[in-house]
Nanobody, 128 residues
Framework: VQLQASGGGLVQAGDSLRLSCEAS????????MAWFRQGPGEEREFIAV????????FYVDSVKGRFTISRDNAKKTMFLQMSSLKPGDTAVYYC??????????????????????WGQGTQVTVSS
């Protein structure tokens, strides 16, 4: 499956932004999907994951209550709705997918090396 992330941009602190990740070349609902981000000089950080049906999702503590992950299987697209953005949210945001159901487990979901497919990333910059 190929993934294409989009929707990044330059916003001010407190603003909202919605990222999209469109999939092609595979059966979208065979994959659990996730968002990661990577700031300058930092390691890739797990943000959220959503199950293939959309029925389960998990977040890193730093974005709980501000970010919402969702998906539209009919449109083969995953979203990340971000609100109350902070300068610390500045990063390149990546979407990822994996067909193994075990990716949702606490031990696996936050490890970027466990995800088989990746999008190219979209830059989000939050100014203060």
């Amino acid at each position: 499956v190929q993934l294409q992330a989009s929707g990044g941009g330059l916003v001010q602190a407190g603003d909202s932004l919605r990222l999209s990740c469109e999939a092609s070349g595979g059966t979208f609902n065979n994959y659990d999907m996730a968002w990661f981000r990577q700031g300058p000089g930092e390691e890739r950080e797990f943000i959220a994951v959503i199950s293939r049906t959309g029925g389960s999702s998990f977040y890193v503590d730093s974005v709980k209550g501000r970010f919402t992950i969702s998906r539209d299987n009919a449109k083969k697209t995953m979203f990340l709705q971000m609100s109350s953005l902070k300068p610390g949210d500045t990063a390149v945001y990546y979407c990822a997918a994996d067909p193994r159901r075990s990716i949702l487990s606490y031990r696996n979901r936050a490890d970027a090396t466990n995800y088989r497919y990746w999008g190219q990333g979209t830059q989000v910059t939050v100014s203060s």
